[in-house]
């Protein structure tokens, strides 16, 4: 064993409880151990040095009791609601050397190792949350029961950026098989961090017997007893190890992690590797592989930014930074929609489901009041087809979503707490439509604007009360994308924001409090980085190397992203973009023209490019073609030059909130951190615009 | 159209080990109401072949019905033990006897007909629920002179009972209380309480995980010399003590009971059935002596007589207050068929829980001894009250099914 020091954290130990244990029919003295933070399941189980030297004193004590004859077997379980969710990441961040690193993988493997070591049955009773650490330490036991309540089961390291290294990746595929185990290490973490239930991972083979949580405990020690006994006979499906069979999964894994990841996030690739070499490695050589693999992962920047990215949306996202005081939001008890299109029509659907308040669709005529209730009670209904709605709760939000005509002045507003705005992106417009809304609410009302783009000072200036105008900008489709932009004017007071904030959080939203500034964030962002690329195209560089050159970086490449968006969107958007900014911003004559000859999309049905769009592009005269790496070079340049420009205005708070944006909002991956890390990591801030975006170690390897 | 009434029997009744109230109790971090559910589910497990939907009622005894003893217990328990929504659930109060009152209330509705199989059972966490938790007795007790003031303790009220059978002795007592711990170890012994518990997994935030497999009160092996040396907390020189008295527990009961038609149908086991039975009042001071007028009513409801009843299984509450009965009755202190496996001296009495108990091991006695027809349950309740339940063993020769052999044939 090493003698290396561990950095000093404040770990919250999650205590080994060793009791003895009588078990039914006369099996003898059992031992069992509970994992126990001491806090309720709010606060999880997790294993932190501390917890598991703890952890291994237990066993070791046992061991000595077992060689003596005195127990009969030892069983591993939870507190009450949880097991264990894995190793305890806050100490990752104060790790500075990659033997400290190492230490940690090592002291996980010794540790659980000590559980395979008992001279006598061993026993996993998974009752509550198992993840990471938490689903390996079973794997060491002979035998596992799992309770049919088990809300999330999952190894998500590869999510975050790490590998299952305490046994995961050896154990899992061993138990269940390639197949299985790739789904569980390496597709399901890919998949938005896919989570299973209990009794999902007692069907992949993950545990013995599948156990109702009303006598969980109960019945797993009485388990225990027969096995122990030899009146309970466990069965698994046997392993097929050939290489076709194990191998065959495998490829499948890294070339469905090379579709999402665009080969960008290394700990996918190390899981699989290290899954490979599971079929004809030693328990200890795979072990030591898997420590030595963790011990380069917690040392990448990759990793690192993963951790920050994770702290961003569970923690930040709680508490977005700037808003005002929670007590000061009004209750919101009925909404009002004006527009009745299909963003305003989403928008009806998710303040109905989420608020559970009456909700007004308005528009200027009753056929399109028509449909635009319709929309929502037919999504409801097909809610209420998948089971997913009960048929007294699809009546009552069906019953909470009206329309109404505007022209009769939006009385049905007279009683509405909050009223947001979907119609035609044009200043007039939606200034005249605030005017008439405003007629017809009570005083304390939020009239808040979907708006992408425009500025919302303005759009208040002429109302009795501009304080009460707040931007509100959901990202499409409303009821997927989780990030809503805030947009504080300069009239809006800290009543109409909190009231915005708070209804955000009741949508189930995260939000941002960005300045009234051209595009916000996020669309300031891809307006940018698309405009950069557009430009790139325009000057000479054939398209597909362009799609090419942000796999990794970007949920998807500049032109699928646009043709999702629709072209004549992402023409308006640089348009005002490029009338606010003329100095960077252009709109794109190639996207005017896909735009006026009304192609809907860049690529075809066939999923390649569309030639009838190639044809339509001009060449240059002086074509400039760039490679790959140097596309992503200057797209990437644009946008720390852009990012800083968005600081020094003061258009949010911070870095952070910028990467809190572009995750929840575009969708860029959390091995990046969102995009301040990664212009960090390649030197391009500092190259672009003179210094870091964040200091070192906050999304990047700390220096020791 | 003419009224049915049915036969109601015992089919099978089952309890938690009990454990001792106070913080290094085995349930001191349990919840009460998941002690009663283990319960239920036990009974559900018993009988695989029988639907839960067919339950139709789940009645559920505690003292004190407050926290998680509390939220209509009967409804709530039956819910998280796994019945189905359909099956309703009620709360009981009936101090000591809850457990007996559930019994005889579910035993009534269906014999009634109002359905056919129900669950009763009862529940005291006395470590969580100490007895006169939150209560607020009424001024006029006291103004108008009802009741003496020591009717409320009940060990007050176990002196009381002293004062008026000064035949009945501490060194009786004792006796009698020693004789209850031997006949309960010989039980364990035998094997025959095992079968009844359900193990319960106890909680403790600094022990981990525990699992409750025997009861925690008894003391075997205690002599008469030992509880010579304890305390007489409720009198200075007095004759109550913990020796001689049941403790302060946690546990639960419960039982299923179904109509004689019904358990034929579904092929229920037929532990004994109903015959009759009366609560009665007594002076609130002298709570004890309640069992004896009770019996006295249920042998006359059943045109019985003491003779007929050939296994007692009476709750011992205090010792004295069993004595008086047997006294009352012309029973010896250590008669065979009195508590043949020990009594709630040794084994604990967790109020409201108790009575199923009692039920539960007369059906088991009732097995053991074919040649006896008639057994009673009895028990003290306090603010004065007594409950008596007269059974029929089933598996004694002259013992006539209700059902009809055509019925038979064809379920």
Same mark, same amino acid.
């Given at each position: 064993m090493t003698?290396?020091?561990?950095?000093?954290?404040?770990?919250?130990?999650t205590?080994?409880r060793?009791?003895?244990i009588?078990?039914p029919g006369?099996?003898?003295t059992?031992?069992l151990?509970? @994992?126990d933070n001491g806090?309720d399941?709010?606060?999880p189980?997790?294993?932190?040095?501390?917890g598991?030297r703890?952890?291994?004193a237990?066993?070791?004590?046992?061991? #000595?009791r077992?060689a003596a004859?005195?127990?009969?077997?030892?069983g591993?379980t939870?507190?009450?609601f949880?097991?264990a969710?894995?190793?305890?990441l806050?100490a990752?961040?104060a790790i500075?050397?990659?033997d400290?690193?190492l230490?940690?993988a090592r002291?996980?493997?010794?540790?659980?190792?000590?559980?395979?070591?008992?001279p006598?049955?061993?026993?996993a009773?998974?009752?509550g949350?198992?993840?990471g650490?938490?689903?390996?330490?079973?794997?060491y036991?002979?035998?596992?029961?799992?309770?049919s309540?088990?809300p999330?089961y999952?190894?998500?390291?590869?999510?975050?950026?790490?590998v299952?290294?305490w046994g995961?990746?050896?154990?899992?595929?061993?138990?269940i098989?390639?197949?299985?185990?790739a789904?569980l290490i390496v597709t399901?973490? @890919?998949?938005?961090?896919r989570m299973i239930?209990?009794?999902?991972?007692?069907?992949l083979?993950?545990?013995d017997r599948?156990i109702?949580p009303?006598?969980?405990?109960?019945d797993? !020690?009485a388990f225990a007893a027969?096995v122990?006994?030899?009146?309970?006979?466990v069965?698994?499906?046997t392993?097929d190890t050939?290489e076709?069979?194990?191998e065959?999964p495998l490829d499948?894994a890294?070339?469905?992690?090379?579709?999402r990841?665009g080969?960008?996030a290394?700990?996918?690739y190390k899981?699989?590797?290290l899954?490979?070499?599971?079929r004809?490695a030693?328990?200890e050589?795979?072990f030591?592989a898997?420590?030595?693999?963790l011990?380069?992962?917690i040392?990448?920047?990759?990793l690192?930014s993963g @951790?920050y990215?994770?702290?961003l949306v569970?923690?930040r996202?709680k508490?977005?930074?700037?808003?005002?005081?929670?007590?000061?939001?009004? #209750?919101v008890?009925?909404?009002g929609?004006v527009?009745?299109?299909l963003?305003a029509?989403?928008?009806?659907?998710l303040?109905?489901r989420?608020?559970?308040v009456p909700v &007004?669709l308005?528009d200027l005529d009753?056929?399109?009041?028509?449909?635009? &209730?319709?929309?929502?009670?037919?999504e409801?209904?097909?809610?209420a087809?998948?089971?997913?709605?009960?048929?007294d709760?699809?009546n009552?939000l069906?019953a !909470?979503?009206?329309?109404s005509?505007?022209a009769?002045?939006f009385?049905?507003f007279?009683?509405a707490?909050?009223v947001?705005e979907a119609?035609?992106e044009?200043?007039s417009?939606?200034k005249?439509?605030f005017?008439?809304?405003e007629?017809?609410v009570?005083?304390e009302?939020?009239l808040?604007?979907?708006?992408?783009s425009l500025?919302?000072?303005?759009?208040a200036?002429d109302l009795?009360?501009p304080?009460?105008?707040?931007g509100?900008?959901f990202?499409?489709? &409303?009821?997927?994308m989780?990030l809503?932009?805030?947009i504080r004017?300069?009239?809006t007071d800290d009543?109409?924001?909190?009231?915005?904030?708070?209804? %955000?959080?009741?949508?189930?939203?995260t939000?941002i409090l960005v #300045?009234?500034s051209?595009s916000f964030?996020?669309?300031?962002l891809?307006g940018r980085?698309?405009?950069?690329?557009?430009?790139?195209?325009?000057?000479?560089?054939?398209?597909?190397?362009?799609?090419q050159a942000?796999?990794?970086?970007?949920p998807?490449?500049?032109?699928m992203?646009i043709?999702l968006?629709?072209p004549?969107i992402?023409l308006?958007?640089?348009?005002?973009?490029?009338a606010?900014?003329p100095d960077r911003?252009?709109?794109s004559?190639?996207?005017?023209? &896909?735009?006026?000859?009304?192609?809907? %999309?860049?690529?075809?049905?066939?999923?390649?490019l569309?030639?009838?769009?190639?044809?339509?592009?001009?060449?240059p005269?002086?074509p400039v073609?760039?490679?790959?790496e140097q596309?992503?070079?200057?797209?990437?340049e644009a946008?720390a030059d852009?990012v800083?420009r968005m600081?020094d205005?003061?258009v949010?708070q911070?870095p952070?909130?910028?990467?809190?944006?572009m995750?929840?909002?575009?969708g860029?991956?959390f091995?990046n951190?969102?995009?301040?890390p990664?212009l960090?990591r390649t030197?391009i801030a500092e190259?672009?615009?003179?210094?870091r975006f964040l200091p070192?170690?906050?999304a990047s390897?700390p220096?020791? | 159209m003419p009224?049915?009434?049915s036969?109601?029997?015992?089919?099978?009744?089952?309890?938690?080990?009990?454990?001792?109230?106070?913080?290094?109790g085995i349930y001191?971090?349990?919840?009460?109401?998941?002690?009663?559910?283990?319960?239920?589910r036990?009974?559900?497990?018993?009988q695989?072949d029988?639907d839960?939907?067919?339950?139709?009622e789940v009645?559920i005894?505690?003292t004190t019905?407050?926290?998680?003893q509390g939220?209509t217990?009967g409804?709530?328990a039956?819910? !998280?033990a796994?019945l189905?929504?359909s099956?309703p659930?009620y709360?009981?109060?009936?101090m000591c006897?809850g457990a007996?009152?559930a019994v005889t209330?579910?035993a009534s509705s269906?014999?009634?007909g109002?359905?056919?199989?129900?669950?009763?059972?009862?529940v005291?966490?006395?470590g969580r629920?100490?007895m006169?938790?939150?209560?607020?007795?009424?001024?006029?007790?006291?103004?108008e002179?009802?009741?003496d003031?020591?009717?409320l303790?009940?060990g007050e009220?176990a002196e009381?009972?002293?004062d008026?059978f000064p035949?009945?002795?501490k060194?009786?007592?004792?006796a009698?209380?020693?004789a209850?711990q031997?006949?309960?170890a010989?039980a364990?012994?035998?094997?025959k309480?095992q079968?009844d518990?359900v193990?319960v997994a106890?909680r403790?935030?600094e022990?981990?995980?525990?699992l409750?497999t025997?009861d925690?009160p008894?003391r075997p092996?205690t002599t008469v010399?030992?509880?010579?040396q304890?305390?007489?907390?409720?009198?200075?020189h007095g004759?109550?003590?913990a020796?001689?008295a049941?403790?302060?527990n946690?546990?639960?009961?419960a039982?299923?009971?179904?109509s004689?038609?019904a358990a034929t149908?579904h092929?229920l086991?037929?532990g004994?059935?109903?015959?009759?039975?009366?609560f009665v009042?007594?002076?609130?001071?002298?709570?004890?002596?309640?069992?004896?007028?009770?019996t006295e009513?249920a !042998?006359?409801?059943?045109?019985?007589?003491?003779d007929?009843i050939?296994?007692?299984?009476l709750?011992?509450?205090f010792?004295v207050q069993?004595?008086?009965f047997?006294?009352?009755f012309?029973?010896?202190?250590d008669?065979?068929?009195v508590?043949p496996?020990g009594?709630?001296?040794a084994t604990?009495h967790?109020l409201?829980?108790?009575?199923?108990r009692?039920?539960t091991q007369? %059906?088991?006695?009732?097995?053991?001894?074919?040649e006896v027809r008639?057994g009673?349950?009895?028990?003290?309740i306090g603010i004065?009250?007594?409950?008596?339940v007269?059974?029929?063993?089933?598996?004694?020769?002259d013992?006539v099914s209700?059902v009809?052999a055509d019925t038979?044939?064809?379920?």
């Amino acid at each position: 064993m090493t003698t290396t020091t561990l950095p000093e954290v404040d770990e919250v130990v999650t205590h080994a409880r060793a009791h003895d244990i009588q078990l039914p029919g006369g099996a003898g003295t059992f031992v069992l151990i509970t @994992l126990d933070n001491g806090f309720d399941h709010t606060k999880p189980n997790s294993f932190g040095a501390a917890g598991l030297r703890e952890l291994g004193a237990a066993l070791d004590a046992a061991a #000595k009791r077992a060689a003596a004859g005195e127990i009969a077997g030892v069983g591993i379980t939870g507190k009450p609601f949880i097991f264990a969710v894995g190793a305890d990441l806050t100490a990752v961040p104060a790790i500075t050397a990659r033997d400290q690193a190492l230490e940690i993988a090592r002291l996980g493997h010794e540790t659980f190792s000590k559980i395979s070591a008992l001279p006598v049955p061993t026993f996993a009773f998974i009752n509550g949350a198992s993840m990471g650490g938490g689903v390996e330490i079973a794997l060491y036991a002979d035998y596992r029961t799992i309770s049919s309540d088990v809300p999330a089961y999952a190894t998500p390291e590869v999510f975050l950026g790490l590998v299952p290294g305490w046994g995961g990746t050896y154990l899992v595929p061993h138990l269940i098989g390639t197949e299985k185990a790739a789904q569980l290490i390496v597709t399901n973490p @890919l998949s938005q961090n896919r989570m299973i239930k209990g009794k999902n991972a007692f069907e992949l083979g993950l545990a013995d017997r599948l156990i109702e949580p009303v006598t969980f405990l109960e019945d797993s !020690l009485a388990f225990a007893a027969g096995v122990i006994a030899g009146t309970e006979q466990v069965e698994r499906a046997t392993v097929d190890t050939s290489e076709a069979a194990w191998e065959g999964p495998l490829d499948k894994a890294a070339a469905d992690a090379d579709g999402r990841t665009g080969k960008a996030a290394p700990a996918a690739y190390k899981a699989i590797e290290l899954m490979r070499l599971a079929r004809t490695a030693s328990r200890e050589e795979a072990f030591e592989a898997e420590n030595q693999a963790l011990a380069d992962l917690i040392m990448s920047d990759e990793l690192r930014s993963g @951790l920050y990215a994770f702290d961003l949306v569970q923690k930040r996202a709680k508490r977005p930074a700037g808003a005002p005081d929670k007590s000061l939001a009004r #209750k919101v008890t009925k909404v009002g929609i004006v527009g009745a299109g299909l963003m305003a029509s989403q928008m009806a659907l998710l303040f109905a489901r989420k608020l559970k308040v009456p909700v &007004v669709l308005t528009d200027l005529d009753q056929e399109r009041v028509d449909k635009g &209730v319709a929309y929502v009670h037919d999504e409801i209904d097909k809610l209420a087809g998948k089971g997913r709605l009960s048929p007294d709760a699809s009546n009552r939000l069906k019953a !909470l979503v009206t329309g109404s005509v505007s022209a009769d002045g939006f009385t049905a507003f007279s009683d509405a707490d909050f009223v947001i705005e979907a119609v035609f992106e044009e200043m007039s417009v939606k200034k005249q439509v605030f005017a008439q809304v405003e007629a017809a609410v009570p005083a304390e009302c939020v009239l808040a604007t979907n708006t992408s783009s425009l500025d919302i000072t303005e759009m208040a200036a002429d109302l009795l009360h501009p304080e009460r105008v707040v931007g509100f900008h959901f990202f499409n489709p &409303v009821a997927v994308m989780p990030l809503l932009e805030i947009i504080r004017g300069d009239a809006t007071d800290d009543a109409t924001l909190a009231t915005a904030f708070a209804t %955000s959080r009741s949508l189930g939203k995260t939000s941002i409090l960005v #300045k009234n500034s051209p595009s916000f964030v996020v669309n300031r962002l891809l307006g940018r980085f698309m405009g950069e690329s557009g430009r790139i195209v325009d000057e000479g560089t054939p398209i597909e190397v362009v799609e090419q050159a942000f796999a990794g970086l970007t949920p998807m490449p500049p032109f699928m992203l646009i043709s999702l968006v629709g072209p004549a969107i992402a023409l308006h958007n640089s348009e005002t973009l490029a009338a606010a900014f003329p100095d960077r911003f252009a709109a794109s004559p190639n996207l005017a023209k &896909v735009v006026e000859a009304k192609l809907p %999309s860049f690529y075809g049905s066939d999923g390649k490019l569309d030639p009838k769009v190639l044809e339509l592009f001009e060449a240059p005269a002086d074509p400039v073609v760039l490679t790959a790496e140097q596309v992503r070079e200057r797209a990437l340049e644009a946008l720390a030059d852009e990012v800083r420009r968005m600081l020094d205005e003061g258009v949010v708070q911070a870095p952070q909130d910028i990467d809190l944006a572009m995750i929840t909002g575009a969708g860029f991956p959390f091995w990046n951190g969102g995009v301040t890390p990664l212009l960090d990591r390649t030197g391009i801030a500092e190259k672009v615009t003179g210094s870091r975006f964040l200091p070192i170690g906050v999304a990047s390897v700390p220096e020791a | 159209m003419p009224r049915t009434l049915s036969e109601v029997v015992f089919v099978d009744g089952v309890r938690t080990p009990f454990g001792k109230a106070g913080d290094k109790g085995i349930y001191a971090q349990t919840r009460a109401d998941d002690l009663v559910i283990k319960c239920i589910r036990e009974l559900l497990r018993r009988q695989p072949d029988l639907d839960p939907a067919k339950v139709e009622e789940v009645a559920i005894a505690a003292t004190t019905q407050i926290g998680d003893q509390g939220l209509t217990l009967g409804r709530v328990a039956g819910l !998280l033990a796994g019945l189905p929504k359909s099956t309703p659930g009620y709360s009981i109060d009936r101090m000591c006897a809850g457990a007996m009152t559930a019994v005889t209330n579910t035993a009534s509705s269906i014999a009634f007909g109002s359905y056919d199989i129900g669950i009763a059972g009862g529940v005291e966490h006395m470590g969580r629920h100490p007895m006169g938790e939150g209560v607020d007795p009424n001024p006029r007790i006291i103004a108008e002179k009802l009741v003496d003031p020591s009717a409320l303790v009940m060990g007050e009220t176990a002196e009381n009972l002293h004062d008026r059978f000064p035949e009945i002795t501490k060194e009786r007592c004792d006796a009698f209380a020693v004789a209850s711990q031997d006949k309960l170890a010989t039980a364990y012994d035998e094997g025959k309480i095992q079968p009844d518990l359900v193990t319960v997994a106890t909680r403790h935030d600094e022990l981990g995980w525990g699992l409750a497999t025997t009861d925690e009160p008894p003391r075997p092996g205690t002599t008469v010399d030992d509880l010579a040396q304890l305390k007489t907390p409720f009198r200075p020189h007095g004759n109550v003590t913990a020796g001689n008295a049941a403790g302060l527990n946690d546990g639960a009961t419960a039982c299923l009971l179904a109509s004689e038609q019904a358990a034929t149908e579904h092929g229920l086991p037929v532990g004994m059935r109903l015959v009759n039975y009366a609560f009665v009042g007594v002076e609130p001071e002298v709570m004890g002596i309640g069992p004896v007028p009770a019996t006295e009513k249920a !042998l006359a409801n059943a045109g019985l007589t003491i003779d007929d009843i050939g296994l007692f299984e009476l709750n011992e509450a205090f010792a004295v207050q069993v004595l008086a009965f047997l006294d009352h009755f012309g029973i010896a202190d250590d008669d065979e068929r009195v508590n043949p496996y020990g009594g709630a001296i040794a084994t604990g009495h967790p109020l409201a829980s108790s009575g199923v108990r009692l039920m539960t091991q007369l %059906s088991r006695e009732f097995a053991e001894h074919p040649e006896v027809r008639y057994g009673l349950t009895a028990m003290c309740i306090g603010i004065g009250m007594g409950g008596a339940v007269i059974w029929e063993n089933p598996h004694h020769k002259d013992y006539v099914s209700s059902v009809s052999a055509d019925t038979e044939g064809a379920a």
